[in-house]
């Protein structure tokens, strides 16, 4: 292990033929143009307090008014493409068939590309820039069967400004692929293997220690690693030991913070303020508390490293007993 690799194994693999992407529809009939899918799932890092996520999906219900567009989130924080690449990833293998619409765009009006990505022989298509975000999502649909860089103007909005390509590129081509148009008629197509890479750490050994990295922290301040129960050598007991390096200096040992964790299966396993190492939704371990945020208790976030080793299993409490007469 070690080394930074795509996200495809971190997650469990979605896409069957019959749930997922499986389910979309096909067009057959040639030189016709008719709707192909009904619903665009849509993630962004655009907030809800601005009008940016309304106006996306009043475009695709103009354009293309069968459709139903599914809000996955759009409180990835502002610019970060790993948080946004990560909670596409996790979406991408329960959204139905049709179109993933996914806009974290620090570099908008810039030279990167604005893409849509063809997957699983055509169920749906994956459409957003081409940045990083979308490569760990496409990757766990089994990879691009036909990419495009969305340059046809014909199926663009016009505008006064080239910032807000989320309302004026990538919606109008998500309702477009919805109605039916063909991939290769938004734009110029693209090779799918120079499609940018998304990489995620993967966790490391380091002698007796295994080096790992919080992936995320949920709402309930659960930090998920990325380590997966396979990561953990099998002679492992049941109590861990966490080691949290000082992020600004790993060596200076008087800033570290150590506890240690035990291994549970459930939340409410982790009674009295202890620290558990749960096994979560998604099929990762992740650093966990009882009805509090293991996040705050242990000062960490995205990014940040974590040391796991292990301490075995523990020690069986023995109360001596003094066997001899009652006392009269």
Known sequence: MGGLAPALD?????????????????????????????????????????????VVKAVIRDLAPHTTVLDLTHEIPPFDLRAGALALARCIGYVPGGVVLAVVDPGVATV????????????????????????????????????????NAEYQLDAAGATFAGRDIFAPAAAYLCNGVDLYDLGTPVDPSLLLPGTIPLPRDDGDDLIAEVLWVDRFGNAQLNVGPDDLPTDW????????????????????????????????????????????????????????????????????????????????????????????
């Open 237 to 328: 007991g049941s109590l861990v030991e966490v080691v949290i390096p000082n992020p600004t200096d790993p060596s200076d040992a008087t800033h570290t913070t150590v506890r240690t964790a035990t291994r549970a299966t459930s939340f409410a396993q982790l009674a009295g303020g202890a620290i558990g190492l749960v096994l979560d939704s998604y099929g990762m371990l992740a650093l966990a508390m009882d009805q509090r945020s293991a996040a705050d208790e242990l000062g960490v976030g995205p990014g940040d490293q974590v040391v796991l080793r292990d301490l075995g299993d523990p020690t069986p409490s023995v109360t001596a007993v003094e066997f001899g007469r009652r006392p009269q």
């Open 10 to 54: 971190l997650f469990p693999r979605p896409f069957s033929a019959s749930s997922g992407l499986g389910r979309a529809r096909t067009v057959s009939v040639v030189g016709v143009t008719e709707p192909r899918y009904d619903t665009v799932s849509f993630l962004t890092d655009y907030g809800t307090a601005d009008e940016f996520v309304g």
């Open 112 to 151: 990167r590309r604005a893409v849509a990505i063809e997957v699983a022989g055509g169920a749906g298509v994956i459409v957003g820039p081409d940045n990083g975000l979308l490569a760990p999502a496409v990757a766990m649909a089994g990879g691009a069967d036909r990419a495009v860089e969305l340059t």
